[in-house]
């Protein structure tokens, strides 16, 4: 999984255009990136919407909740950052190597597979959820985790601002 993600960072796709190509290689791994796939690759289009449909009308944890679902149910850039916020899908856009420390955090191997908010409180200009989980650590043990959750509103709709997971 990390070589897929090296892959990413080397691509430097730009995750506003209207479509990101996915690429599997003869020997089998993938990349994303903004560009046609190489002639002896099996080439995907992913539609990526100017606008983004993830995200939640209702609470924040329910937003929270529908981002959480889509990073553990696959491997998918271009789904996960319809949750964003437009400040950070810019950010994110503007510079390869932050789009490339984004991916790598949201890791899904390195995400809890079921946690609970165990708070939520103002936080400046969002509204901050902490969570705990059990994930998984490099030997495939159970891993207990925090987590932290910054989610604005935005249109009138929930959008992460940031997200963490760590050893607890």
């Keep these: 999984m990390r ?48 606008s983004s449909p993830g995200g939640g009308q209702g609470d924040a944890e329910g937003a929270y909740r529908a981002f959480h679902q889509a990073v553990i149910a696959s491997f998918d850039p271009p789904r996960w950052l319809t949750f964003y916020s437009a400040a950070k ?24 597979r079921s946690y609970q908010i165990t708070g939520q409180q103002p936080c400046g200009s969002a509204t901050c959820l902490s969570a705990a989980g059990t994930g998984k650590d490099l030997f495939g043990r159970p891993q207990e985790m925090a987590g932290k959750a910054e989610l604005v509103q935005e249109g009138g709709a929930w959008k992460i601002r940031d997200v963490t997971w760590g050893k607890r």
């Design 89 to 112: 899908r810019e950010q994110i856009d503007k510079d390869n190597q932050a789009g490339a420390r984004w991916v790598a955090s949201i890791s899904r191997e390195e995400w809890p």
């Design 3 to 50: 070589v897929l993600f090296f892959m990413l960072a080397c691509a430097g796709f730009s995750l506003s255009h209207a479509q990101v190509y996915k690429c599997q290689t003869p020997d089998g791994r993938m990349a994303f990136q903004d560009k046609p796939c190489a002639s002896d690759a099996k080439q995907g289009v992913i539609k990526t919407p100017a």
